[in-house]
């Protein structure tokens, strides 16, 4: 069984490596996405990935500290900060990580369907385009 933690670290990934993607110009001269393995690099690096980089840091400092609980606050108030979706979307998977620590599922599925309920609406405002081949 897979567990919620590499579950959420896989879908952090994910939502990282489509706004990397989302900020390159269409009329740059990169050569077109391949299919290889999706991961065949270093890890995109700017302010999304400082960001998440930082909030895992503080996380393990909190978790090490016993007040793993006092991480909510961060994750609710960088949710109150920033609308990058990877961001939020990595938000919302951690915080529902925590929210299920002592057993909370019912708030941990709330938090997840909100993410869903986003990561849908970003969806339908920016369709997904047909590949050309």
Known sequence: MISLKRISLLAALVALSFAAQAQVPPSS???PPH??????????????FAAVND???????Y??????AEMNAVYHDVLSK????ALRHYVYVALARNQL????????IDTI??????????LDKHPAQPVKR
């Open 29 to 31: 001269d990169l050569p």
């Open 35 to 48: 299919d290889g393995p999706a991961h065949d690099g270093p890890p995109p690096h700017g302010p999304g």
């Open 55 to 61: 909030l895992e840091h503080l996380q393990r400092l």
């Open 63 to 68: 978790d090490m500290s016993g007040r793993d």
């Open 82 to 85: 920033t609308h990058d979706p």
């Open 101 to 108: 620590k002592p057993a909370n599922v019912d708030q941990a």
């Open 113 to 122: 369907r909100k993410s869903l309920d986003e990561d849908i609406e970003a």
